[in-house]
């Protein structure tokens, strides 16, 4: 190994054994952090929606709602299967941006209602009356918190434009 220069960041190749173990025993820790996050925020998705829902939908206990949370991102990467060759066509397409961006919405949309429909009809111990009220709940309340968080991030590009 070479001595670095002072201010030069180091390479992996740089670093010592116990430095390389070190920096991936942080990233898994880091990776392992975000999933348990996502998967908090899911599972607190299925269960505002379950309670909204709750004259809609029957569960055998608290274990398919779990389930639920878990075959979420499964269905929702099938359903992005049935809704990307429209993306792609969209995407070749020569349509202008205010266009493109709507229907990007609305196929943003439509996933999510087919992934909510998807962890309905395959969440073993999970029986709901009208399946597609609760898939329309679940689109809402995702559109509503992209709206949100739009909203917050253009407030606080404001702020830092002004300042």
Partial sequence: MQPRRPGEEPTWASLSPRDKVLAAFGMT???????????????????????????????????????AALLFLPCGLLAGV?????RLLLRLSAVSDK???GVETALSATTTFLAALFV?????GLRVQHPWLPALLATLLIALA?????HLEDRRNQGRDSA
């Fill in 146 to 150: 992209h709206l949100v968080i739009s």
């Fill in 120 to 124: 309905e009809a395959f969440t073993p």
């Fill in 29 to 67: 820790s880091l990776g392992i952090g975000v999933l348990a996050v996502v998967a908090v925020v899911v599972l607190i998705g299925v269960l505002t929606i379950g309670f909204l829902s709750r004259n809609l939908i029957e569960a055998d206990g608290a274990g398919p709602l779990v389930w």
């Fill in 82 to 86: 049935f809704t990307s060759p429209v």
């Fill in 99 to 101: 266009v493109e961006h």
